[in-house]
């Protein structure tokens, strides 16, 4: 993986990190550019918890795609409601 895209990739994880989520089965890769997250993520048990998880990726989504050394963002992940 090219350094730039180790530190794209650490930006992204500082990025979902700033939601309460629980994203332990949740997978980052940056290769090129391009942003792909795949697995799982479920709430937490805390009351800033974001409510609604569907709304979180929306945002990441749209703030990766503003980053400027990001060409692209390919989300498959799952979300539990338990």
Do not use: C, H, W
């Amino acid at each position: 993986m090219p350094l730039e895209d180790k530190q794209t990739r650490l930006r992204i994880v500082r990025e979902i990190a700033k939601y309460d989520m629980d994203t332990s089965l949740l997978n980052v890769k940056v290769i090129n550019g391009v942003v792909y997250m795949d697995g799982r993520i479920s709430p937490m048990r805390s009351p800033n918890a974001p409510k609604d998880l569907k709304k979180v990726l929306e945002k990441l989504t749209e703030t990766f795609e503003m980053m400027r050394d990001i060409n692209d963002v390919v989300i498959d992940v799952a979300i539990d409601s338990s």
